[in-house]
């Protein structure tokens, strides 16, 4: 079992607020994922040359400002640096592969959780409520999340197995359900030059999508490869820095409910976290039908 | 008729649960309202008296299951297995139910104005379902005894290993499932979704839209031909 929850907010007055919105969402999945939480916000973009990195350290006093004079120091290049206990948000015009080079030379122990012009990806082990206090979660703002509460079934309860997965730029997906052929598809994507951080069936899901739209897909080409290569169970949510996408597998094995409201949309794994919603009493709540693409564009 | 109300938001559910469980002899009769139902599961669940409650907003998992004797209505939608092992009672649905509505109920009348998800009436044992918009995949499998009615369409594997359950669709249906035929509309089958029809407020729609479902009875005994799949 796990939790999804998704937001999309469609009133821009309210995009301030999509932080305290979502907090009785994800709040309210905890029976499902009691072991590990995520979220990925999609934020106004940086600029054209730059792109952002989250990053995770082990430990809540993590010196960053000292990781940030040392970045300055060897790669000759100052960068902007906001942090959140552990959690650090990187924006630099440096090439990714330059800095994700660097930062396994020097900083062997950081975790990078995206990269993106506007995605910020925070993700833990602890209760959803713990995790949202850790990173400051009620706080944020932007156009559009997606999170997910973890109940794990298939692999480690660690920081890197939580969800969201990203790859790519800008892209995350959080699974509620268990793949049966995730190894294999690992095995495929990793003689494509693919690599992995995790044994978690949900990352090869993340990264199959992210492949197929790097070779050409459109996202609903990409999905409808991913119906004919993932075998399990599944509703996955996903996000792009510009939708929010959700399927179910032909069996509906686990569940999703939409709130459309004409302020925002809503997904989640089960009502109880749209009812907290402003005037969800209006919206149309409905049930996404298995094997169908449901696509929502900010 | 005496009124009663909780509310979800600020009365725990097993508080209300446990009310609704006080002895029949101080329920029958009674009208029990729950405001803010907010997608909890278990909601009234188990009940065995004649009592009515009405779950005012969205429910969640299980809502009504095991009911008795007991009428439940949901004005909006109601989560996976609603009304699951009912043994007599009516259950309504005014929104949408998700997946295992009525699963392997055994008696009374469960009634979903609205669509129903996947494996709506799984393993039925006897009681009746009228769904008043379009039922999901593998619903009614091995549906043993009972009656379904569909006023829209059916999904993949209709009626898949079907005992002696009845099912009536008035729309499409995607595919049947293994040993489930389209049967000839007998007199007693008619009077049937005519009753049922009528007491699930559809008494406008005519028994001649629907086609009747039924078992082929071939899987009922092994057929040595078959042996080779064992």
């Not at chain 1, 298939?154 to 969201?164: K, L, R």
């Amino acid at each position: 079992m796990c939790g999804i929850v998704g937001l999309l907010v469609k009133n821009p007055s309210m995009r301030a607020n999509i932080g305290e919105l979502m907090m009785p969402m994800l709040i309210g999945m905890t029976e499902r994922g009691p072991d590990s939480a995520g979220m990925a916000v999609f934020t106004a973009p940086v600029a054209g040359n730059e792109l952002k990195y989250s990053l995770y350290a082990p430990t809540m006093d993590f010196n960053w400002q000292g990781l940030a004079h040392d970045f300055d120091a060897h790669l000759g290049s100052k960068v902007s640096l906001s942090t959140k206990g552990n959690h650090a948000i990187l924006i630099s015009h440096l090439e990714t592969p330059t800095i994700k080079t660097w930062i396994k030379e020097h900083y062997p122990q950081i975790h990078m959780l995206s990269v993106g012009q506007s995605i910020d990806v925070y993700k833990d082990t602890g209760l959803p409520a713990d995790v949202a206090a850790r990173y400051d979660l009620p706080h944020v703002s932007g156009t559009h999340l997606v999170g997910h509460t973890r109940m794990a079934t298939e692999s480690a309860i660690t920081p890197a197995h939580a969800h969201p997965f990203t790859a790519g730029r800008d892209w995350c997906l959080v699974h509620n359900g268990s793949l049966s052929n995730a190894n294999s598809l690992r095995r495929k994507l990793q003689h494509e030059g693919i690599d992995f951080e995790t044994d978690n069936d949900t990352e090869a899901a993340c990264r199959f999508l992210e492949w197929r739209m790097r070779e050409g897909d459109d996202l609903k080409t990409a999905l409808e490869h991913g119906f004919d290569e993932l075998d399990g169970f599944y509703t996955l949510l996903m996000g792009t820095k510009d939708q929010l996408a959700l399927i179910r597998d032909p069996f509906a094995c686990k569940p999703a409910v939409v709130a459309e409201h004409d302020d925002y949309v809503a997904i989640a794994s089960e009502f109880r976290s749209l009812a907290h919603l402003p005037d969800v009493k209006n919206a149309h709540v409905f049930e996404p039908s298995p094997k169908e693409m449901y696509v929502w564009k900010v | 008729m005496e009124s009663l109300k909780f509310d979800l938001a600020a009365t725990p559910l097993r508080e209300v649960n446990q009310y609704l469980h006080s002895p029949a002899a101080e329920l029958n009769g009674k009208h029990v309202v729950i405001d803010n139902p907010n997608g909890a599961h278990n909601i009234a669940v188990g009940l065995k008296s004649d009592v009515q409650v009405t779950i005012d907003g969205h429910a969640g998992y299980y809502a009504a299951g095991m009911n008795q004797l007991a009428s439940v209505v949901v004005t909006g939608s109601a989560g996976t297995g609603v009304a699951e092992n009912m043994m007599s009672g009516v259950v309504h649905v005014k929104g949408f139910a998700s997946n295992a509505a009525g699963a392997t109920a055994q008696g009374g009348l469960l009634i979903i104005d609205g669509d129903a998800g996947l494996r709506c009436g799984i393993s039925l044992k006897g009681a009746d379902i009228v769904v008043g918009g379009s039922v999901g995949s593998f619903s009614a499998f091995m549906a043993q005894a009972g009656n379904l009615v569909v006023l829209g369409d059916a999904g993949e594997a209709l009626g898949d290993s079907l005992y002696e359950a009845r099912l009536f669709v008035r729309g499409e249906v995607k595919s049947l499932g293994a040993d489930c035929e389209e049967k000839p509309m007998d007199d007693e089958a008619r009077q049937i979704l005519v009753d049922l029809l009528a007491k699930s407020g559809h008494a406008d729609i005519s028994p001649d839209s629907f086609k009747l479902f039924g078992s082929a009875r071939t899987l009922y005994n092994f057929h040595v031909d078959n042996a080779g799949a064992y």
